[in-house]
């Protein structure tokens, strides 16, 4: 079962309000954090990435896969071993007012 599907029972349970706990979570792959973003909102940047000859690529978050309510406050908890897709994710929401 994904992250996806879990947040979908939780929305059907009436969830209004979210702490994602990424206490020591090393991160993994920076795509994962851009698709996990789309959750909370869509079709906004979640992150850049400056390439070698310095030009920044922004990584736009999907359409139409949003399943956590605008509405729902969003605490994102993270903690110095937080790291990596972990820290695009946390930055993501944050940017995006969504944590």
């Known amino acids: 079962r994904g992250l996806r599907d879990a947040f979908i029972d939780l929305e059907s349970q ?16 920076f795509q994962s954090a851009v698709e996990i973003s789309s959750l909370f909102f869509e079709n906004q940047i979640a992150t ?21 309510d605008q509405n729902d406050p969003v605490v994102i ?5 937080s790291a990596s897709a972990t820290e695009v994710l946390a930055g993501s929401l944050r940017d995006n007012c969504r944590a």
Do not use: H, I, M, Q
């Open 77 to 81: 908890w993270v903690d110095g071993r």
């Open 14 to 29: 009436n969830v209004d309000a979210y702490v994602l706990d990424l206490r020591g979570n090393p991160g993994g792959a």
């Open 48 to 68: 850049y990435v400056v390439d070698s000859n310095g030009v920044e690529l922004p990584f736009k978050t999907a359409k139409g896969k949003v399943v956590v």
